[in-house]
């Protein structure tokens, strides 16, 4: 199964680091281990990799693993390179294992931790929080891009309010070692949003991680401003979550591809100002520094 997922993604597997042969010796770089967990349930043979240009793709020369049957990675880079640069892992259509269900996920989907969540294991270099990779951990990255927040605390602090969470809640933990039912259920409701836009934000359904990030964070900005209305469980929350659904696949194709960098801050923009019904936004006419437009779900 791990090689069926390198080979999906177009992987160049680079689980060490070898320095050059330099005055006739052969020496080895020394690298840092950077290991943890992938979920919305623990993620088996997702691929995990040191996103060095910030694309959300694995390009070559970049580190990367597959995890293992218990959803864990254990990643080596330079030392330097902690902190430095985000982490992704792809969840691959038909090939990642899902241990809530003990089935291939049906949708491929992009995970990712902002660079200065970064934990190291070894080396003595360390970040900020655990190297837990989920729908949380994506969601905080992405607020941060909006560059709205000083820290990554009033990142998580912004998350945990929308769950109903009180502020200081770990919300960059491993909520399935913590049986927190809570951030687990919106966790798998939010990679279930994600997975179900991957034709809008991935190219060829998932057979190449070509993602298009102005779509990819339109929907990310969507999902947080309606997080409230698909945090939980029963018949009101998944109609609440088909409508999102139907809501994203309608918009996202509004948000012009091929400017992965663009600042996607007002995508976020109906989740920071609170909003109505759960923060459904549902098409409410606002203005802009760049005008009058509609938005729905938040995305503008």
């Known amino acids: 199964m791990k090689k069926q997922a390198l080979a999906v993604l177009g992987i160049f597997v680079s689980a060490g680091i070898m320095a050059g042969c330099g005055s006739g010796t052969n020496t080895t770089a020394k690298t840092t281990s950077i290991s943890g967990k992938v979920a919305d349930g623990y993620l088996v043979n997702a691929t995990v990799f040191l996103d060095k240009n910030r694309n959300y793709r694995l390009d070559a020369g970049e580190p990367s693993v597959v995890t293992d049957t218990n959803g864990a990675y254990a990643l080596n880079i330079e030392p330097a390179e902690v902190g430095n640069y985000p982490i992704v892992a792809i969840a691959t259509k038909g090939v990642t294992i899902d241990k809530d269900t003990n089935l291939p996920v049906t949708s491929t989907y992009v995970l990712s931790m902002h660079a200065v969540a970064v934990t190291s ?91 298009d990030v102005n779509r990819y964070r339109g929907m990310m900005g969507t999902i947080f401003s309606n997080i409230s209305s698909v945090r939980g469980a029963g018949p009101t929350t998944q109609t609440a979550i088909t409508n999102l659904m139907g809501t994203m696949m309608t918009n996202l194709p509004n948000i012009t591809p091929g400017q992965p960098f663009r600042n996607m801050s007002t995508a976020f923009r109906g989740g920071m100002m609170g909003g109505t019904n759960g923060g459904m936004m549902g098409g409410a006419t606002t203005t802009t520094s760049t005008g009058t437009g509609t938005s729905a779900g938040g995305m503008m």
């Open 121 to 211: 294991t070894t080396g003595g270099v360390s970040g900020t929080v655990s190297n837990f990779i989920s729908p949380m951990s994506s969601q905080i990255r992405e607020l941060m891009e909006t560059g709205k927040y000083a820290t990554m605390r009033d990142a998580m602090n912004a998350l945990g309010k929308k769950l109903g969470l009180a502020d200081g809640t770990g919300m960059m933990d491993d909520y399935i070692a913590a049986n927190n039912t809570t951030m687990h259920t919106a966790a798998r409701n939010m990679a279930g949003l994600m997975g179900s836009q991957m034709a809008l934000v991935m190219n060829n359904d998932g057979a190449t991680t070509a993602v």
